[in-house]
């Protein structure tokens, strides 16, 4: 089901509750660096190299 057909959800409602989602360049509301995005397959994802670190490879 798509949000905009669910009942009582006002259309948009998820678009002000994401803090990284299509802020690519746009400073991080946390910590003010710039917002990175990585694409890997067919998806893409947004997260702030400072604040959301990639987890160390075991090794």
């Known amino acids: 089901m798509s949000r905009e057909c669910q ?3 006002e259309s948009g409602y998820f678009d002000r509750s994401l803090s990284a ?3 690519e360049g746009l400073p991080c509301l946390r910590c003010g660096t710039p917002m990175r995005r990585e694409q890997f397959t067919n998806r893409s ?3 702030c190299p ?6 160390r490879r075991a090794g």
């Open 45 to 47: 994802s947004t997260s």
């Open 50 to 55: 400072r604040c959301q670190v990639r987890p």
């Open 7 to 9: 009942i009582g959800v």
């Open 21 to 23: 989602y299509g802020r």
